[in-house]
């Protein structure tokens, strides 16, 4: 159980265009979802967090314009990248959180989407 | 706020031996700290987490140790097997809805046949 999916696992895109990304909770429901960010051998960068039906939190230094969050249902929340550029290329991870399901604060992480800006 | 950091950044282990990976955290009011393992081109995977009320866990080869006093907790792994080479990150939180999980720098762990 705690199964996280995204979707798509990879993705290239020319500079100016848009990309949305899916994370879905299949078997629980998600009262919170995170966005990270991960470079090449670096750690995960918390981007945004999301609760169900309000407005995401964004992390000092991330542009709310450029990175949208929606999590309009309790198993799905999408980040869409406007207007990417090669520097947006990254591995873009979710992960949800239950309040159910093993401790408070436990997050199932999704696999990951590779983008691509070229 | 929370600051984990994870030491070594890489670790290179002989097949059979063990591996150990530590990590410090600075804020005392955080109670749980997971361990994910997270392998090439895929999402961090939970493998293990302790909660501040434990001293010690273990499941099968892993097993992870807290120091509240010093605010130290540490991942062993016995018996490396060559699957287990992967990063690894600690991380750390307090029990409250709003906090965020702070994550170590990770461990890029090698197994040597």
């Known amino acids: 159980g705690a199964v996280v999916s995204q979707h798509p696992s990879r993705v290239i895109c020319k500079s100016g265009t848009s990309v949305k990304i899916e994370c879905r909770s299949l078997d629980f429901q998600a009262t919170t979802m995170f966005w990270y960010r991960q470079f090449p051998k670096q750690s995960l960068m918390l981007m945004a967090t999301s609760n169900e039906g309000s407005k995401a939190t964004y992390e000092q230094g991330v542009e709310k314009d450029k990175f949208l969050i929606n999590h309009a249902s309790l198993t799905l929340s999408t980040l869409t990248v406007t207007s990417a550029h090669p520097e947006d290329s990254s591995f873009y991870i979710c992960s949800a959180r239950s309040g159910d399901r093993g401790h408070p604060n436990e997050q199932f992480f999704g696999p990951g989407t590779r983008l691509t800006v070229l | 706020g929370e600051n984990v950091e994870q030491h070594p950044s890489t670790l290179s282990v002989q097949e059979g031996d063990s591996a150990v990976i530590k990590c410090t955290y600075s804020?005392?009011?955080?109670?749980?700290f997971p361990w994910y393992k997270q392998e090439l081109g895929k999402g961090p995977q939970l493998i293990i987490d302790i909660r501040s009320n434990v001293g010690e866990k273990k499941d099968q080869r892993i097993a992870v140790t807290l120091n509240k006093t010093a605010k130290h907790f540490s991942l062993h792994i016995t018996e490396t097997q060559p699957e287990d080479s992967a990063v690894y990150f600690c991380a750390a939180s307090k029990s409250s809805s709003a906090s965020k999980i702070i994550f170590g720098s990770g461990t890029r762990l090698s197994i040597r046949p």
């Open positions: 804020d005392s009011a955080s109670n749980y």
